[in-house]
């Protein structure tokens, strides 16, 4: 485990390590799950009016599941935990390590699910994409990356509702699965995004629409590189046009 420094560079405002202990002791040991490794940070929050400290102290947790199969390229799976915790900061106590121990809880579990979700059928990859809602957002980046590796044209509705998430990695990640994949369906969506003015989506969205490829791609493409503003994504527009032409052309 490794304890990060707040913003002050404080690092005892939470008894980290018996938090780490009391976490893990709710799980069922599993001799298959690959290494651990936890970063704990707990700081005092600041006052958002005066920017002093308010004493309400923030436990901040980061969890990596790093598998590293033989002959294989390792593969890491996150997990992240916010919460505050009322009894630290004010000296160490059982009710200290209890909710310490619970964020660190809640970050281990989102980082086992996601890796437990690597290895799920079909269709339960599409049953996560059915109810992105109901997982967390790790579990939700994962089953949205297999869909891509697996190429499962089944998930190819449920990732077109995916580009319009909140949250913008979901989006990418959505963007490049649909790319893997290469089913026309979401070229009109698609097309969209290489419109949006939020950052790195319209290169992402670029991309897989060369990726699917077709006529229907090139139509997409040139008719983002004449309606866009913007033009470094016209020119992208049209340099994957080229590449995509060239390779229609051979």
């Known amino acids: ?67 590293m199969p033989e002959n294989e390229p390792e593969t890491s799976y996150e997990g992240f935990g916010l919460g505050p915790c009322g009894s630290c900061g004010r000296g160490w106590s059982l009710f200290s390590i209890i909710e310490t121990g619970r964020v660190i809880h809640n970050a281990v579990s989102i980082a086992r699910e996601a890796y437990k979700v690597a290895s799920a059928p079909d269709d339960t990859i599409i049953a996560i994409l059915s109810t992105p809602e109901s997982v967390s957002r790790e579990t939700l980046l ?56 939020a950052p790195e989506v319209p290169f992402a969205a670029l991309q897989a629409i060369e990726d699917i490829g077709g006529r229907e791609a090139v139509r997409t493409l040139e008719l983002v590189a004449d309606q866009t503003t913007d033009p470094v994504i016209a020119r992208d527009a049209l340099d994957h046009l080229e590449r995509l032409k060239g390779e229609n052309s051979g």
Do not use: W
Not at 161 to 181: E, P, Y
Not at 189 to 196: E, K, P, T
């Open 142 to 197: 994962t089953a949205v990356g297999l869909s891509g590796d697996r190429k499962l044209s089944g998930a190819v509705p449920l990732l077109i509702g995916l580009l319009d998430a909140s949250n913008r990695n979901v989006v990418l990640r959505a963007v490049g699965a649909l790319g893997r994949i290469g089913d026309p369906r979401p070229l009109k969506a698609l097309g969209r995004l290489g419109l949006s003015p």
């Open 1 to 67: 485990m490794k304890e990060i420094p707040g913003p002050d560079g404080a690092t005892g405002y939470c008894p980290a390590e018996a938090g780490l202990l009391l976490a893990l002791t709710g799980f069922d040991p599993d001799p298959n799950l690959p290494a651990v490794s936890v970063a704990v940070g707990c700081a005092k929050e600041n006052d958002k009016e005066s920017d002093r400290e308010s004493g309400q102290v923030i436990v901040h947790v980061a969890v990596e599941l790093t598998d």
